[in-house]
């Protein structure tokens, strides 16, 4: 079984600050992880995965999420707000399941507000 | 455009009706995923095809979902004798390759609401 919590519903940050999105998974195999960001009135689209190569991964836009196995964390990081990265971002994790296919479990959200 | 498509975007229906939802995935693409997402969740996954064959269903699929895959290209999903329950986001991914680590490509969804 799988599972990714995601801490805090929504999210503020002023232009400029720093962004931190917690994502907690739990899986009985080794996962591979993935953070999806939803812009207003756009498809789910891909910002960053983690596939086991690298523990520090950089996506677009400028964020970047490190896996801590320890933690059995993925938090998304930005060092620098941007108006423009006001959006939902989920996050998700990847693992074999019993029937030998990867199976995606995504979190409930979080909605990031830029406030100028 | 070359992405996922979805047909329609949006569907108002009345309680009991049938409705049907398409998704053309990007072409080179052998395997589909059909997730459902609610206000304030996740999508939820509620099936996945390989080629053709449907390998997966999640125990939110009742009787009442049926989704299907001819010839390995475009999907539907029908939902019989639709409730209030069932409105929703449904949304259609697909991706190449056979690992965990390749990124699914997303539809924009079809909105359904029930009446």
């Known amino acids: 079984a799988q599972s990714v919590t995601q801490l805090g519903s929504h999210v503020s940050v002023s232009e400029g600050a720093l962004v931190l999105l917690r994502c907690n998974y739990s899986?009985?195999?080794?996962?591979?992880l993935f953070w999806y960001v939803q812009y207003p009135n756009q498809r789910l689209q891909l910002l960053l995965k983690y596939t086991s190569a690298a523990t520090l991964v950089k996506g677009i836009n400028g964020f970047e999420a490190e896996f801590k196995k320890s933690e059995t964390s993925f938090h998304l990081t930005k060092p620098s707000a941007h108006m423009s990265d006001a959006a939902e971002y989920f996050c998700a994790v990847s693992a074999s399941n019993s029937g030998g296919y990867q199976k995606v479990t995504f979190g409930t959200g979080t909605k990031l507000q830029v406030i100028p | 455009d070359t992405g996922v498509s979805q047909d329609p975007r949006h569907k108002i229906t009345k309680r009991g009706q049938n409705v049907t939802f398409r998704c053309d995935p990007i072409?080179?693409?052998?395997?589909l995923y059909w997730y459902r997402q609610t206000l304030g969740q996740g999508p939820e996954f509620l099936t996945y095809f390989q080629n053709e064959a449907q390998l997966e269903k999640s125990r939110l699929l009742s009787d009442r979902f049926s989704a299907e895959r001819p010839k390995g290209s475009f999907s539907t999903l029908e939902i019989q004798r639709t409730e209030q329950g069932d409105s929703a986001m449904y949304l259609c991914?697909?991706?190449?390759?056979?690992?965990?680590?390749?990124?699914?490509?997303f539809g924009p969804g079809t909105r359904l609401l029930v009446l």
């Open positions: 072409s080179e693409h052998n395997r």
């Open positions: 991914a697909s991706r190449t390759g056979t690992g965990g680590t390749e990124t699914q490509y």
């Open positions: 899986s009985s195999v080794p996962p591979y």
